[in-house]
């Protein structure tokens, strides 16, 4: 879907630029040491190095250095690299047969990573224009659940989303090809605390919306919680599973924006302010790190619109 991006997205966008009450909304959280910590990533961590200099000059100077998984952590970019499938369930016996894999235009494991210890040769982020788009935010929390958090588990429907676009008075425009997509669920409202539950439950999209949101040919789908699909409690341990998604695909959501329809993913979006003040539509920019044959990449999205109220 990243070529619905060009002239027409861009065109969209110089709308909400121009509104003279319009302002930015940072979209992402400042990365920290204190932040989550993705259970399916090498935890990412941070050295700040104290204040040096250069002998002979006036000048003095920090740095820091940053490892781990930094691109499957905190508010990050899934690109379709990032997902491949299997024809048939693995027993978890064995060897993990990676070179059954298919990933998103039929590649194979061999087409797209030639080797254990290779970047993606096809399908990295490298390839990935800058979105430069209209967004639309819908506020699931407001409109199920007075503002108050989606409980883990919770669905959000194809009915759902239609309903929403109706109550929000977006019916005249829908969702258009190119468009981003910001769903405000309530469970960002987890991120800062000391509720260990934000990185292993959380609400999500049922299976229904996905052939849906294809039809529309969204470039971007982003939601307040880690996973993008619903985790109702015990799915990361094996014990649950969401309701209506396909045998031996828990992570459903994910099998099809980057294995079927090509619609990238933001994981860990902020986006309670956006919700707060009504900016149902704006101009998102969004553009994640320049690295060549990366899965994921940590991005910072904006989104420039006129607030409702304050």
Not at 5 to 17: D, E, I, K, V, Y
Not at 19 to 37: C, N
Not at 53 to 64: A, D, L, S, V, W
Not at 80 to 88: D, K, M, R, T
């Amino acid at each position: 879907m990243g070529n619905t991006q060009g002239n027409g997205t861009w065109q969209r966008c110089a709308f909400h630029l121009m509104q003279p009450e319009a302002r930015s909304y940072e979209l992402s959280y400042p990365r920290t040491g204190a932040m989550p910590q993705s259970p399916f990533a090498e935890p990412e961590s941070y050295r700040f190095d104290p204040s040096s200099g250069i002998p002979g000059t006036r000048h003095g100077f920090n740095t820091e250095s940053t490892s781990g998984n930094i691109g499957g952590q905190g508010t990050q970019l899934d690109g379709l690299g990032h997902f491949a499938y299997l024809p048939e369930p693995w027993s978890g016996e064995g060897e993990f047969p990676a070179e059954a894999l298919q990933y998103y235009g039929g590649f194979t494991q061999d087409e797209v990573k030639p080797g254990p210890d290779a970047p993606l040769a096809r399908l990295g982020l490298e390839n990935l224009p800058p979105i430069v788009s209209s967004a639309v935010l819908l506020d699931a929390a407001a409109y199920f659940n007075h503002g108050e958090p989606l409980a883990a588990g919770d669905l959000i429907s194809r009915n759902d989303i239609e309903a929403m676009i109706e109550a929000q008075g977006l019916a005249w425009r829908g969702l258009l090809p190119g468009d981003v997509l910001y769903i405000h669920t309530g469970w960002g409202e987890h991120w800062d605390g000391e509720d260990s539950r934000y990185y292993t439950q959380g609400p999500g999209l049922a299976y229904d919306t996905m052939a849906w949101l294809e039809e529309q040919a969204i470039v971007l789908v982003a939601l307040d919680n880690p996973f993008t699909d619903p985790a109702p409690e015990g799915m990361l341990t094996g014990e649950a599973i969401p309701d209506g998604v396909p045998d031996g695909l828990p992570f459903a959501i994910h099998h099809h924006n980057l294995t079927q329809s090509g619609i990238y993913q933001i994981q860990n979006a902020r986006l309670a302010e956006l919700a707060a003040d009504k900016v149902w539509t704006s101009c998102t920019m969004i553009l994640p790190t320049l690295t060549q044959g990366a899965a994921q990449a940590p991005v910072r999205p904006v989104a420039i619109g006129t607030p409702a109220s304050r």
